[in-house]
């Protein structure tokens, strides 16, 4: 296959998770890791995707990474639990605990569950596209090692900690909103300094706190968060309902992910389902009318519609899945390395 051109979805699921049972994992366990991974490329989103096969792979060889493959329950009261990662592959406890939360949201109406000693789980959006095709809305939330600055402070003292909703609609894809408070995502930055291009200046300072646009600069300094205190804001308040709330590790407890792999990771994650038939009738009429009305909205000069949130990755995962995914590289040859020392 020529190097530009595009992996069928099927093909690429299959070599990565053959490498992860390779490397230690059962086959199911293996095939639903690199199915988010490469389900995140095909939605446009590669920061989460397949380049982070290499990293979990030497992070697996070297221990910080378990061959876990279930969270063990800490707590479980009523609508909330709380769940021990064991640092086994955030892809495999996150599941497991947005199922949980579902489940309960299905009998209480709504279910929070906790992850601490948890590791990287990929996109966020994952675990809130389950909990909506339940039709429940779902929230999914993780803490990350400390990477913005408090406004007008000169040290990072919080992570760009993730943060994903979705809503199930009728007929329609799920509405999802997820995003990094940090004005790019860590990966954005990395993949431009394996691409060797530049990054906005919006986006990241160099070590001693200036506006950068060389991605390796910005890797050695702090992220800057989206939209200022309110993505400031945010992040602090994500670290209190993941790291704070489930007992975890929070704020420079949380380990990097490429500082030293032999670490490991410590994250928490939090996961909420609502099941909006216990607010009472007609919520899926009322959340379609709410969505074509929306999308009905009139364009402005030199474009042709509005999209809901979410409904652009959708609309990649759709071309990807016909098309194939086509991956930078650099990403490509990694992965080649990976596969080919199996």
Same mark, same amino acid.
């Given at each position: 296959m020529d190097a530009t051109d595009p992996v069928p979805i099927e093909e690429l699921t299959g070599e990565i998770g053959r490498t992860f049972a390779a490397a230690g994992l059962s086959a199911n366990a293996a095939r639903v890791v690199a199915e988010s991974l490469v389900d995140a490329d095909a939605r446009g989103i590669p920061s989460h995707g397949t380049m982070l096969v290499p990293m979990y792979l030497e992070r697996i060889r070297r221990g910080s990474v378990s061959t876990e493959e279930t969270a063990v329950v800490v707590s479980d009261v009523g609508a909330v639990a709380t769940l021990d990662g064991r640092n086994a592959l955030g892809q495999l406890t996150g599941d497991q605990a947005m199922r949980l939360a579902v489940e309960k949201a299905k009998r209480y109406g709504i279910g929070?569950?906790?992850?601490?000693h948890a590791f990287h789980f990929g996109g966020a959006f994952r675990y809130v596209l389950?909990?909506?095709?339940?039709?429940?809305?779902?929230?999914?939330?993780?803490?990350?090692?400390?990477l913005m600055p408090a406004p007008g402070g000169a040290a990072p003292v919080v992570g760009n900690n993730p943060l994903a909703l979705a809503a199930p609609v009728p007929g329609r894809a799920p509405i999802v909103l997820d995003m990094a408070l940090s004005e790019a995502a860590l990966g954005k930055i990395r993949l431009a300094a394996a691409d060797g291009r530049t990054i906005p200046a919006t986006w990241s300072t160099d070590a001693d706190g200036v506006p950068t646009t060389d991605p390796a600069a910005a890797l050695a300094g702090m992220l800057l968060p989206?939209?200022?205190?309110?993505?400031?804001?945010?992040?602090?308040?994500?670290?209190?309902?993941?790291?704070?709330?489930?007992? &975890?590790?929070?704020? +420079? %407890?949380?380990?990097?992910?490429? $500082? /030293?792999?032999?670490?490991?990771?410590?994250? !928490?994650?939090?996961?909420?389902?609502?099941?909006?038939?216990?607010? &009472?009738?007609?919520? +899926? %009429?009322?959340?379609?009318?709410? $969505? /074509?009305?929306?999308?009905?909205?009139?364009? !402005?000069?030199?474009?042709?519609?509005?999209?809901?949130?979410?409904?652009?990755?959708?609309?990649?995962?759709?071309?990807?899945?016909?098309?194939?995914?086509?991956?930078t590289p650099a990403v490509r040859a990694a992965l080649a390395e990976e596969v080919g020392a199996r």
């Open positions: 929070a569950v906790t992850v601490r389950a909990a909506a095709e339940q039709g429940c809305i779902g929230i999914a939330a993780a803490n990350t090692r400390p989206a939209a200022g205190p309110k993505g400031y804001g945010l992040a602090v308040l994500v670290d209190v309902l993941t790291g704070v709330l489930s007992g &975890g590790a929070s704020g +420079p %407890e949380v380990a990097g992910l490429y $500082a /030293d792999t032999a670490v490991p990771n410590d994250c !928490a994650h939090f996961f909420l389902a609502l099941d909006p038939a216990c607010f &009472g009738d007609g919520f +899926p %009429e009322r959340i379609r009318t709410f $969505a /074509d009305r929306l999308a009905a909205s009139p364009v !402005a000069p030199g474009h042709d519609r509005v999209y809901l949130p979410g409904e652009l990755e959708a609309l990649r995962h759709e071309q990807a899945r016909a098309e194939g995914i086509r991956l």
